[in-house]
């Protein structure tokens, strides 16, 4: 789980404990409320570990699956959950605004989603006993937001590669599967759609 410490990664972490599993928390900041949601899971029966990772390099996602494999010995669900917005329009924002965004919300899931492909693969994970990533997205990615020009851009990018032929021929072969449109339902409610 990107993202893990806090909003939605804080919500689903204790939910996959109450539901038995391990949850791997990843964080950037405040190592308080990673350990928190750490210790949510554990009273709600599961087990998990706190990992800080920068999911705008590579390097520190696939480090992210190694020690997921190496704590609990397999991976059967990613979460590509970490997001930032600057809340800068076009004529404001700079470079680095426009990395930082694209990066976290773009460049992350999509590394994400290929380590933890190459980890189910060495699973042999098969249709019958499938890997799953998970791409939490936004109404965003197809309802442009004012203000937030990179973020829409990200998301939409987010919810259209797993689309791709490229992937589906990979997603089909290998024995996992990518649901790219978890969306979030605004203005203030906490459930989740899964909209394909």
């Known amino acids: 789980m990107t993202g893990g410490n806090t909003g939605i990664g804080a919500a689903i972490c204790p939910a996959a404990g109450r539901a ?3 949850a ?3 964080y950037m900041c405040n190592d ?3 350990h928190e949601v750490g210790e ?3 009273q709600a029966g599961g087990n998990a570990i706190a990992v800080k990772t920068d999911v705008l390099r590579p390097a520190e996602v696939k480090k992210l699956v190694t020690t997921a494999v190496g704590a609990f010995g397999r991976i059967d669900v990613v979460v590509n959950n970490a997001g930032i917005v600057t809340g800068k329009n076009i004529l404001d924002s700079d470079e680095g605004d426009f990395n930082a965004v694209i990066g976290t919300n773009l460049k992350g899931p999509y590394f994400g989603c290929k380590y933890a492909a190459e980890q189910f693969i060495v699973q042999g994970c098969t249709a019958a006993d499938p890997g799953v990533v998970i791409n939490i997205s936004s109404v965003h990615e197809f309802w442009p937001m004012p203000g937030n020009n990179a973020y829409c851009v990200a998301k939409g990018g987010c919810g259209c590669w797993p689309e791709t032929p490229v992937w589906n021929s990979v997603v ?3 024995g996992w599967s ?3 449109r978890v969306l979030v339902i605004p203005p203030s409610t906490s459930r ?3 909209t394909r």
Do not use: T
């Open 20 to 22: 038995g599993a391990n």
């Open 24 to 26: 791997v928390d990843d």
């Open 32 to 34: 308080a409320a990673a």
């Open 40 to 42: 949510q899971v554990r």
């Open 172 to 174: 089909s072969g290998c």
């Open 178 to 180: 990518i649901l790219p």
């Open 192 to 194: 989740l759609r899964q």
